[in-house]
């Protein structure tokens, strides 16, 4: 089934620790995008990438990094994780330059930083 | 600035039809989104406007006015399984979306 995975499903993590979260779309959807969700707020962009090899910073990006090596990988990583980065991670792709550019959504990385 | 508003919970009852509101300010439109998102999962799509006026699909309807910054969410014949968060999104100028807190919709039967 067509779609995007995200990795891990949840994860607690040491204050200080590095975490990779992963993201992989099988849709060939040029742009992708990573947000943060936390109770009683809107989604917030982190990063986001219009086409493989480019990527741009959205309205969080702060101790976050992003990489766009190929289409279907969209990876974020906490080089120093902290408390405040306890949210849901969600990663979204969309097919960019179309009529609506519909962003689909990935299930979710519930992230814990102790 | 960007802005969007939208209520923090409702009640309605199966069977019958509610209407949620998002009013946004902004200087840049390039469409608005609706998406559902049941508790633990991911937000789906269910409605982009990006003209005034109503877009009708089964049971859901949405509708937007520009000039007003305003758009709702129709949605009739409620069922249990609509027990979900509704979320409005903007899309600015730059071409990325900007989302509301999100309204939780508690269907009662």
């Known amino acids: 089934i067509a779609g995007i995975t995200q990795a891990p499903t949840s994860q607690i993590l040491a204050a200080g620790r590095r975490m990779t979260l992963r993201c992989t779309q099988d849709?060939?959807?040029?742009?992708m995008y990573w947000y943060r969700q936390d109770l009683g707020l809107g989604l917030r962009l982190i990063h986001y990438?219009?086409?493989?090899?480019?990527?741009g910073k959205g309205e969080v990006p702060d101790g976050y990094s992003v990489s766009r090596a190929n289409t279907d990988d969209f990876p974020l990583t906490l080089a120093s994780a902290v408390p405040s980065q306890t949210s849901v991670y969600f990663c979204?792709?969309?097919?960019?330059?179309?009529?609506?550019?519909?962003?689909?959504f990935g299930p979710g990385t519930r992230l814990t930083v102790l | 600035g960007q802005n969007i508003d939208q209520p923090t919970e409702m009640t309605a009852t199966e069977g019958a039809i509610v209407q949620i509101n998002c009013t946004y300010q902004?200087?840049?439109?390039?469409?608005l989104f609706w998406y559902q998102q049941h508790a633990g999962e991911a937000p789906t799509f269910l409605s982009y406007?990006?003209l005034d006026g109503l877009e009708e699909k089964g049971r859901f309807s949405s509708f937007l006015s520009r000039s007003k910054g305003y758009s709702y969410l129709l949605l009739k014949e409620l069922q249990m399984k609509d027990s979900a968060s509704y979320l409005c999104?903007?899309?600015?100028?730059?071409?990325?979306?900007?989302w509301g807190a999100g309204t939780k919709l508690i269907i009662k039967p």
């Open positions: 979204a792709s969309s097919e960019a330059g179309g009529a609506t550019d519909t962003q689909y």
């Open positions: 849709m060939r959807h040029n742009a």
């Open positions: 990438s219009n086409t493989a090899g480019t990527t």
């Open positions: 902004t200087s840049g439109f390039n469409g």
């Open positions: 406007n990006v």
């Open positions: 999104a903007l899309r600015d100028s730059n071409y990325q979306l900007i």
